[in-house]
């Protein structure tokens, strides 16, 4: 049985002075033994996310 080891749930981060959120209601897990990456384009949040 793999157990999480990594949950985020209704991740959001909206800087100041910023007009709209540059994460936004971002859930996902990571079980343990899994791979995980985070892909998408420049400017779509993966760095502020992590």
């Known amino acids: 049985m ?6 985020v749930q209704n991740l959001t981060k909206r800087y ?4 709209k ?3 936004d209601d ?12 985070f ?3 420049n400017g ?3 760095t502020t996310t992590i």
């Open 2 to 7: 793999n157990q999480e080891v990594i949950t």
């Open 16 to 19: 100041n002075n910023a007009n």
């Open 21 to 23: 959120n540059a994460v």
């Open 26 to 37: 971002i859930s996902f897990s990571v079980n343990e033994g899994e791979f995980f990456a």
């Open 39 to 41: 892909l998408g384009p």
């Open 44 to 46: 779509a949040g993966k």
